[in-house]
C-alpha cells in the first residue's frame, strides 16, 4: 500500500513525528556541510576540513601496537579462538567480570590513582549517550529538569530530552569571568524554574567541559556538591574527558572531592563516562555509568539491556586496560600529543590575534572570534559562520549551537586529522583573517566617509566591489558577503 507522507505520519508516534533528536543545528549542519564536501589532500584538497568532530585520533599507534603485540586479545584471531565461543554466547546485562575491573582499574588510573572504582557500580551503556539517558531516566520524570551550565554539549539536548520527555533548564556562564560556574549563577537558574514551576531533579556538569576545554577547580567543583546537597538534588558529571588533560590545571574528579566529604550524600552523586573521548574508541560504544547510588546501580543494569556493550568488545577492552604497563604509557603519550598539537593549533592562531579560553583539556579550543563579527548579535554570529563553512571551508561550531548567549565564540576541534591537514586549516585560518583585515579596515575607511557627509548608505554589494582594490587577494571578502 503507498501512502501520501502526511497521512503516514500521521500514523506515527508522537515522539517520531517529533522534532526532539534536535539535529536541526548548525552543529549538525555543519557535519553535513563536511559530508557533501570533505576534505581530501589529494582527491578533494579544496574541501570542508572537519573540526566541529571531537575524536582522538593521534594516540592510535600506540594502540595498533599493542594489538599487534597481543592478538590473543580478540577472538576473532587465531590467537584468541579459543575463547570465541564463550565470549560469543556470553549475554548478562551485568558485563563480563574482567571488563568491570579493567574498566574500574582504568577509571582510577585516569585519575593518578587518587582514587579508587568499585567494579560492582560499574553499569555499561551504549556510549556517554546512553548513559546519559539512562541516568535521567533513573532520576527524573517526564516534565522535570535537569541544571545544565552553558555552554553545553548540543547533544544533550537529545540524550537527557527526547525520549525520557526531561527538561534542560540554562545555568547562564559568560566570558566575563571565563565561564566560571558559580553558587549566584546556580541559584539563579534554580530560582527561575522555581518560578515557572519546573522541578529540577538535578544538576549536570561536564568536566573536563565541553565545548570549553577547561578542567573545573575544587573550589567549583565543592560549590557544586553543596549546591546539590542544600538542594537535595542529584549532581551528574560527565567526565567523558578525563584524560584529554594536557597540562596544568590537572583534572579533578568529582570522586576525589566527595571522597572525603562527611557532609555530601553519596546517593546523590552520579558519574557518566566512556572510551570515546580518552582512548579515542567512539565506535565500540563502551559507555558507563557508575553512581554512588545502589538503588540508581540497580535501575541502570536492567536498563543497560537496551545499549549493553557487545561482549566482543567487553573482551578486548578488558585485556587492554588490564595491561597496567599499556595504560600508563598511553596515558602520557596521548596527553604528550594532545600538547604538542594545542600548541602547534594555538600559535598558527595567536599569530593572527585570534584568542580562545585557555584551557587545559579536551579535544577543542573555545576560540574567540568576537573581534570578526560584523555587530554583537546572534545573527551575525550565524553569518559568520556560514562563510567559515562555505568559503574558508572549515567546519567549526558556532557558540550558539552550544546555547552560549554571547555571540562570537566557536568550538574547533584539533585533535580528529593528521599534521598535514591541521596546517592546511591553519593557513586557511590566517588568510581568512588577513583578507578579511583588509577589507574591513577599507570599509570602515569608508563608512566613515559615508557619515561625515551624513548620506544614509547601506552596504551593498556593489559598493563593496567598488571600495575594494583590484588587486585585493580576496575578490570579495567572504566576511563582506555574510553581512548582506
Ligand atoms: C560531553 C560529552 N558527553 C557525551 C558525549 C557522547 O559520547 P559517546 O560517543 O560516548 O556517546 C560526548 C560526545 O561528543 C560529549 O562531548
Excluded at 594489538?67 to 570465541?84: M, R, T, W, Y
Excluded at 572549515?394 to 585533535?415: D, I, K, M, Q, Y
Aim: hydrophobic residues 40%; contains cysteine.
Amino acid at each position: 500500500m503507498v501512502l501520501v507522507s502526511s497521512n503516514a505520519n500521521n500514523l506515527l508516534s508522537k515522539l517520531a513525528k517529533g522534532n526532539g533528536h534536535g539535529e536541526d543545528s548548525p552543529y549538525f549542519d555543519g557535519w553535513k556541510a563536511y559530508d557533501t564536501d570533505p576534505f581530501h589532500p589529494i582527491m578533494n584538497p579544496r574541501g570542508v576540513i572537519q573540526m566541529g568532530l571531537a575524536e582522538n585520533q593521534l594516540s592510535f599507534e600506540f594502540v595498533e601496537d599493542w594489538i599487534k603485540n597481543n592478538p590473543q586479545a580478540s577472538i576473532c584471531s587465531v590467537e584468541g579462538l579459543d575463547e570465541f565461543k564463550d565470549i560469543a554466547i556470553f549475554q548478562d546485562y551485568h558485563g563480563l567480570p574482567e571488563f568491570r575491573n579493567a574498566v574500574a582499574n582504568f577509571m582510577g588510573k585516569v585519575r593518578g590513582d587518587r582514587v579508587k572504582f568499585d567494579p560492582d557500580r560499574v553499569v555499561m551503556s551504549g556510549g556517554a549517550t546512553g548513559a546519559h539517558e539512562t541516568v535521567a531516566f533513573c532520576l527524573a520524570d517526564p516534565g522535570e529538569a535537569f541544571l545544565v551550565p552553558v555552554p553545553y554539549y548540543p547533544g544533550f539536548d537529545r540524550d537527557l530530552r527526547w525520549r525520557t520527555g526531561v527538561k534542560i533548564v540554562p545555568v547562564v556562564c559568560n566570558s566575563s569571568n571565563n565561564f566560571k560556574l558559580t553558587r549566584e549563577a546556580l541559584e539563579t537558574a534554580y530560582e527561575k524554574a522555581q518560578e515557572s514551576n519546573i522541578k529540577i531533579k538535578g544538576l549536570l556538569i561536564t568536566n573536563p567541559s565541553n565545548p570549553l576545554g577547561i578542567v573545573y577547580d575544587r573550589q567549583t567543583l565543592e560549590t557544586a556538591v553543596a549546591f546539590i546537597n542544600q538542594k537535595k538534588i542529584h549532581l551528574v558529571c560527565d567526565e567523558i574527558y578525563a584524560a584529554t588533560v594536557f597540562t596544568e590545571p590537572g583534572f579533578i574528579s568529582i570522586s576525589e572531592v566527595i571522597e572525603n566529604d562527611t557532609k555530601c550524600d553519596k546517593n546523590l552523586i552520579h558519574v557518566v563516562y566512556s572510551l570515546s573521548k580518552d582512548m579515542g574508541f567512539p565506535g565500540f560504544r563502551v559507555g558507563i555509568i557508575y553512581s554512588y547510588n545502589d538503588a540508581v546501580v540497580n535501575c541502570a543494569r536492567k536498563m543497560s539491556s537496551f545499549g549493553l556493550v557487545s561482549s566482543q568488545t567487553q573482551h578486548l577492552i578488558a585485556s587492554m586496560l588490564s595491561d597496567d604497563e599499556f595504560v600508563e604509557s598511553f596515558l602520557v603519550g596521548s596527553a604528550k600529543k594532545l600538547a604538542a598539537r594545542h600548541r602547534n593549533f594555538t600559535r598558527g592562531l595567536a599569530q593572527v590575534g585570534i584568542g580562545y579560553l585557555r584551557g587545559s583539556g579536551g579535544l577543542f579550543l573555545w576560540m574567540d572570534l568576537r573581534h570578526l563579527l560584523t555587530e554583537k548579535t546572534l545573527e551575525a554570529e550565524m553569518a559568520l559562520w556560514r562563510v567559515i563553512i562555505n568559503d574558508v571551508k572549515l567546519n567549526v561550531s558556532p557558540g550558539s549551537s552550544f546555547h552560549c548567549s554571547e555571540p562570537g565564540w566557536f568550538r574547533v576541534c584539533f585533535a580528529n586529522m593528521d599534521d598535514n591537514t591541521m596546517e592546511i586549516s591553519i593557513t586557511r585560518i590566517r588568510n581568512f583573517v588577513l583578507q578579511n583585515k583588509e577589507v574591513t579596515t577599507k570599509i570602515k575607511k569608508q563608512k566613515f566617509c559615508w557619515r561625515q557627509s551624513s548620506l544614509e548608505l547601506r552596504l551593498s554589494s556593489r559598493r563593496l566591489e567598488d571600495i575594494m582594490s583590484p588587486h585585493s587577494p580576496l575578490p570579495q571578502s567572504p566576511m563582506l558577503r555574510a553581512t548582506t
